[in-house]
Nanobody, 121 residues
Framework: QVDLVESGGGLVQPGGSLRLSCVAS????????MAWYRRAPGKERAFVAS????????YYADSVKGRFTISRDKANKMLYLQMNSLKPEDTAVYYC??????????????WGQGTQVTVSS
């Protein structure tokens, strides 16, 4: 079992910045990857960014490339999302996701409760 708690959301003006954080606790020994997703009003939850926990690479949705940066602090089991040049269309609830792989044939997904980001003037 892995518990995830996000923080850092809030109200920001267009062009502003926010940094989201996600702390993982529980059985994180077999952590494989972590990611950020978001759910905008009236839309399905969508991928934002992800990284391999071992540092092998990062991935971004086209809509956030060049503006958002995903990173992690492995020692403290933290995941971050630095969001710059925010736009009103970035308004959403942002979720942290952890992928745990105890074996090559077994994988579990865990989700946080989400943090609201509102971009508005």
């Amino acid at each position: 079992q892995v518990d995830l708690v996000e923080s850092g959301g809030g109200l920001v003006q267009p062009g502003g910045s926010l940094r989201l954080s996600c702390v993982a606790s529980g059985n994180v020994v077999d952590m494989s990857a972590m990611a950020w997703y978001r759910r905008a009003p009236g839309k399905e939850r969508a991928f934002v960014a992800s990284l391999w926990w071992n540092g092998a690479g990062t991935y971004y949705a086209d809509s956030v490339k060049g503006r958002f940066t995903i990173s992690r602090d492995k020692a403290n089991k933290m995941l971050y999302l630095q969001m710059n040049s925010l736009k009103p269309e970035d308004t959403a609830v942002y979720y942290c996701k952890a992928v745990v792989r105890p074996s090559t044939s077994t994988s579990y997904d865990y989700w946080g409760q989400g943090t609201q980001v509102t971009v508005s003037s």
